[in-house]
């Protein structure tokens, strides 16, 4: 997981958490509460379900043939093991030998568990327990449930930026329950890693449930230096901030920056993609707001959303609903099936929101095969640079933390 050109809008074409002005959208159909549950056990209002559906989009997690998910059933050590792959995409081949003594051979043809367990030894993410045998290999007990503690510990090593050590008062709400889970622990929760997890209420020696996992595993995604999905794990400050810090001061938004910052961040939470990815593109795109290409400020289009050669693009009768074009219509890219939620659906009318470039071919929505920023480089616009000219702009926003 190694960190790995011009916008559509430049010169190649000359006190309370929300305002206002939002409010109506908000009450009205956003959050978890308006979306369709994915699996018939998973109800729209489970605390859980976005990162749920967020991770079986993505393939990290499956339902089973009934069109459940189970949500309750605990989790195993290598069925934890390969979740981990999927989500952080960790390259794993039959060239990755388990060197565990109690991980039995798949042989050719499956990854599961060796390889995949492999690949989790290999990226120091798991180092086993010592085997009572003297001189014998060490043992990795795949078929034990995972606890909350081990979750958490082998999510912070293969954490995909370096975590910041909390000061030495922070204490974090399990407290030192143990000496080697401990000190882990406390610091995921101090960056972000536990944020709005219902696991923390439990015992660290809990059994994981599927449920449980998969939101950790949706946190921890949000410090993949390349992702898109996940949770962002910084605040709409720390937007604004990267905004700053690079002496923007005149940007020609309709609404504040501060305001805009605070829809990037609600509505990135809403479609499970990351606020911090999708704020880069809208910078790459505005030139930090100061367009000068064919799309004009007041269109409210921070996404150049189908702006080609000339053409200015798309119109929004608000900022916010500019922000959920963007997100919708990267929600097309980013989901093989696109996601359960009254906003992921073709619109033309510039005052409903939803996607004016909603894509169906076949009869089936487009799919952009896009889980990296990367990606976007010849598919969200036809230079292979675009997506290394965004992630330089991801790789500068710094989350808050101390949480």
Request: proline share 7%; charged share 15%; hydrophobic share 40%.
């Amino acid at each position: 997981m190694s960190a790995r050109i011009a916008g559509r809008l430049l010169g190649r074409r000359s006190g309370a958490w929300l305002p206002a002005l939002v409010l109506g959208f908000v009450l009205g159909l956003s959050g978890s509460a308006a979306q369709a549950a994915s699996f018939e056990d998973v109800p729209a209002s489970h605390p859980n379900q976005l990162a749920i559906e967020v991770m079986a989009q993505l393939g990290v997690v499956s339902g089973f043939s009934d069109g459940s998910f189970r949500p309750d059933t605990p989790v195993t050590r290598q069925q934890f093991a390969k979740m981990m792959v999927l989500a952080l995409r960790i390259s794993v081949s039959e060239s990755d030998v388990s060197p565990f003594a109690d991980v039995p051979s798949s042989g050719p043809g499956s990854l599961f568990p060796d390889n995949y367990v492999a690949a989790v030894a290999r990226e120091g993410i798991t180092t086993g327990t010592t085997s009572s045998v003297p001189g014998a290999k060490p043992l990795f007990k795949p078929g034990d449930r995972i606890t909350l503690a081990q979750v958490v510990t082998m999510m912070t090593r293969g954490s995909g930026r370096p975590l910041v050590q909390p000061p030495a008062k922070y204490r974090s709400v399990w407290g030192d329950f143990d000496v080697s889970h401990g000190p882990t622990a406390r610091l995921a929760q101090y960056n972000g890693l536990l944020r709005y997890t219902p696991a923390l209420s439990a015992s660290p020696w809990k059994a994981a449930t599927r449920a449980e996992t998969a939101a950790l595993l949706y946190n921890l995604m949000g410090t993949d230096p390349e992702g898109l999905n996940g949770l962002f794990l910084g605040s709409s400050a720390d937007l604004v901030e990267y905004f700053r810090k690079r002496g923007r001061t005149s940007e020609k938004f309709t609404i504040p920056l501060a305001d805009l910052a605070k829809l990037y961040v609600l509505y990135g939470r809403r479609f499970g993609i990351r606020a911090d990815t999708a704020w880069a593109q809208m910078v790459h795109e505005t030139g930090f707001g100061e367009y000068g290409g064919d799309v004009l400020p007041d269109q409210n289009n921070m996404a150049g959303i189908g702006a080609t050669g000339g053409v200015p693009g798309n119109s929004f009768a608000t900022a916010e609903l500019g922000v959920i074009a963007h997100y919708a219509h990267l929600a097309w890219y980013v989901y093989p099936d696109h996601l359960d939620d009254p906003y992921c659906v073709a619109s033309s009318d510039p005052a409903v929101p939803g996607d004016p470039r909603h894509f169906v071919i076949d009869g089936r929505p487009h799919r952009g095969n896009v889980r990296t920023v990367l990606d976007l480089g010849g598919k969200w616009a036809p230079s292979g640079e675009y997506g290394t000219a965004v992630l330089r702009h991801a790789q500068g926003i710094v989350p808050t933390v101390g949480w």
